[in-house]
């Protein structure tokens, strides 16, 4: 069985890639726990205490800017893998479960990301979740359920800011955590068998 060069490089970099994805995972959960001690998932004093943890807490603007890289970056680089992954021919039937797992992991990146656009109750969070609740709203059949779920309510308001927090914290990040490390074994076990395969042609001829 004869595999790239490149191939086996872009194969090994989606390896490199995931271990970085779980850490950026792990390490947005921690920093997320830490910023639980002193956030308030409700309307008006989810500003204030993110504005005490930036500028009273001890370390606390540390803390939050860690939060906010690591979510950006564990974003940023789920779209590089799916695209590394297909260069890698990573598409193949044999690669099936990281392509899952792959995919459903950057879901949940960009599901993390758009639930924690209220959280910190801001202007700009305000109104951009407005818009895409309303173009939520819009969906045939399940627009308006789906919306209603979302903003707990007719309004956006304290429940909002509450059903997105539990979504955020308590379902997607763990969901996120699982992902990573189970796209992170099957790319492992993948990695195996590629050095399996290309071990005969590394034999010196008899």
């Known amino acids: 069985m004869k595999i790239e060069n490149n191939t086996i490089e872009l194969q090994k970099l989606a390896t490199v890639i995931a271990v970085s994805l779980l850490s950026l995972v792990l390490t947005a959960a921690i920093s997320g726990l830490l910023l639980a001690f002193y956030y308030e998932p409700s309307a008006g004093a989810a500003y204030t205490s993110l504005k005490q943890i930036d500028t009273?807490?001890?370390?606390?603007?540390?803390?939050?800017?860690?939060?906010?890289?690591?979510?950006?970056?564990?974003?940023?680089?789920?779209?590089?893998?799916?695209?590394?992954?297909?260069?890698?021919?990573?598409?193949?039937?044999?690669?099936?479960?990281?392509?899952?797992?792959?995919?459903?992991?950057?879901?949940?990146?960009v599901g993390l990301g758009w639930t924690s656009m209220i959280l910190?109750?801001?202007?700009?969070?305000?109104?951009?979740f407005k818009i895409e609740l309303g173009t939520i709203e819009a969906i045939p059949l399940i627009g308006s359920t789906l919306s209603t779920i979302l903003s707990g309510g007719e309004a956006i308001s304290t429940e909002t800011v509450v059903h997105l927090y539990t979504l955020h914290s308590y379902v997607l990040s763990f969901v996120a955590i699982g992902l990573a490390i189970f796209h992170l074994a099957g790319l492992s076990i993948q990695e195996q068998e590629i050095d399996t395969a290309i071990a005969p042609d590394l034999d010196p001829p008899v």
């Open 56 to 109: 009273q807490i001890n370390f606390g603007w540390l803390i939050l800017t860690v939060h906010h890289l690591a979510g950006n970056g564990f974003t940023i680089l789920a779209l590089i893998q799916i695209i590394v992954m297909f260069f890698g021919q990573q598409f193949r039937p044999a690669w099936i479960v990281a392509w899952i797992s792959g995919i459903l992991l950057t879901l949940s990146a």
């Open 120 to 128: 910190d109750w801001s202007q700009q969070g305000f109104w951009r």
